[in-house]
């Protein structure tokens, strides 16, 4: 437990410092939600489906730059060597390095979901409290699944490029989920409605969690 | 020459196979009443897709194994099986859009199998951009055995997704409803078993290839030191 | 051994590392016990690294086996890697955090609990106490080096891994890292270098080894060997193999 808490604090200090890392996953959602705007065009209206896939292909982007950087600290100094060495199990490891993941994107979504809403409100219909839900479902699903892969790209030539490539293929069907559960939300339909997408966006982060718990060991020794 | 034998076999009873499907589909097999001869690239389509899957599936196994053994091996099966898959699976993307082009009058449409398949065509496609942003060869190994992992845990949600999708959207498309007439089955079985020799032998010929390239190269270590 | 009925504290037996059909260490065995310094030397990729990975529990190897303080440590268990210290030429350190904090953090993955006392004497000790509350990134090389040393003191390992410590390291830092690696060797700390460089290598070493293709292919102790006449045998080790 001391491990986790210490990793996790020594993360959370590193980034209170350099805050580059924050600052450019937050600039990066604002500069999509603009060039979406853009492919809209003027006075469009659109659908509630596409509000809420403009807003995660924001998210997404962003959380790119945070998942690569919080990994790729480790390989500075090669701090991971250190790591290695330690007694401290990779399985604890890899969960102090997702919550990591998932504090800082939820930290840059308090910024961007709000902006969103500024600059797309008109084609939201309806807003309800369970969007809280949605964003914390999917972002345990994109954590877990996004540290894994990081360790991965971290351990490569291109690793700012290759995150993306292998990420996004396979979060697909998350970010179909969960672009479906937030149209209903627009569109303003009962909870019970997308209720099921919600089970299965938790079942991703449950599985994908889980492999990266398992694998991680093999992609840490790799780096 | 004795360590030609097997392949060489394997490879005769291929192309036998392969024959005796093409005339069955074309001369034994009914013209489909309402799709008409188009449809025929159906017995190709419903097999490459099958044994692509196959191969697929071989990767993760595989994958597994190399991470248990860490025996080169197994990365060499892992990452011939992926490009075995891959390359079913483009065909199958290309017959699809042959097929769809007569039928649902356009090359493309994002119904929810076409949909699943291209996203697994891109997982895979990205398991060997990997293989070629590695250089380290073990290294390479680990990072492919956990993509290889990863992607194909990723393929049942993948279909599940495409197909819930689908369910929001009004239905272009009618499902094709084949009523799978015994002549037709024994088709499909033929090429079925086609597309497995084959792929047996592509995955033969390709990793004795990356063995020999693997020996090539650490005698090549070994001479320039 | 001849230390009286002592337990060596390492113990290396056959030690052979096969990777992809290549063998990066043949049949290795040393023994150590406690206090001895073995300085290794060999060119690169004679299989340093993975002998090193192998003692950190890192690697497992493909045959053969080290024995730590008598015992054949489990390299499933993370309870192994206490025992072991790491400094290498690259430093191990957090640039954006202080002195306290890198080594408050490293104290938390060795599980050791209210570690302030224990990292003041360890920073008296490698004279950085002043330096206690700046951040790792102003630090000369040399004290990044000094810090590293009392980093991996922290856990107070039985045995202490040296890769290539002098890396990057000026003169003046040189010498200090010497006088603070004999001072580790008079209190009776049981270290393993690796190395290129002979003259420092045999400098603090009470015993030296030399790596060839994988293969153990000199091991001696430091009584009579002087820079020169290692520098011969290094040469005619390598040149033989």
Known sequence: ?223 | MSRIRPIGLLSSVSIALFALSIYYVLLVVPVEREMGIVQKIFYLHVPMAITGFIFFFLAFLFSIFYLKRQNRKWDIFAASSVEIGLLLTTLVLITGSIWARPIWNTWWTWDPRLTATFILWLIYSAYLILRLSVDNEGKRAVFCAVMAIVGFVDVPIVFLSARIWRSIHPVVVKTRSIAIEPKMGIALLLFMAAFISLGAILLWLRTSLSIFEGKLLSLEKQGGN | MAAGDKQPVVRVEGLTMEFHGIKALDDVGFCLGRGEFLSLFGPNGAGKTTLLKILGFLLKPTAGHVWMNGQEPDTRNGNARKEIGLVSHNSLLYDDLTVMENLEFYASLYGIVNPGERIEALLGRVVLYRQRHLMVKILSRGMQQRLSIARSLLNEPSLLLLDEPYGGLDPSASAMLTSHLKELRDQARTIIMVTHDLTRGLEVASKVGILSRGKLVFLQNTDGINPENLSDHYHRHLEVH
């Open chain 1, 1 to 223: 437990m001391g491990a986790f808490v210490g990793l996790i604090k020594k993360d959370l200090t590193v980034a209170l410092r350099r805050k580059e890392t924050f600052v450019s996953m937050v600039f990066f959602a604002i500069l999509i939600l603009f060039i979406m705007n853009m492919a809209i065009g003027m006075g469009e209206k659109i659908s509630p489906d596409m509000a809420a896939g403009i807003l995660w292909v924001a998210v997404l982007f962003s959380s790119i730059s945070g998942l690569g950087s919080t990994f790729s600290m480790e390989k500075t100094n090669r701090c991971i060597d250190g790591l290695l060495i330690s007694p401290v199990h990779s399985a604890t490891v890899f969960l102090a390095k997702m919550t990591v993941n998932l504090a800082f994107l939820s930290l840059a979504e308090m910024i961007i979901v709000p902006l969103f809403l500024v600059l797309y409100g008109n084609h939201v219909q309806s807003l309800h409290l369970s969007l809280l839900l949605i964003i914390l479902l999917l972002n345990l699903g994109l954590t877990s699944i996004g540290t894994l892969i990081s360790g991965i790209t971290a351990g490569s030539r291109r690793n700012d490029v290759l995150l993306p490539i292998l990420l996004f293929p396979v979060i697909t069907p998350l970010i179909a989920f969960t672009i479906k559960a937030t149209g209903a939300l627009f569109a303003g339909a009962p909870f019970q409605e997308y209720a099921p997408w919600l089970k299965l966006t938790a079942a991703f982060a449950l599985i994908f969690s889980t492999a990266g718990y398992f694998l991680f060991e093999h992609v840490l020794r790799e780096n």
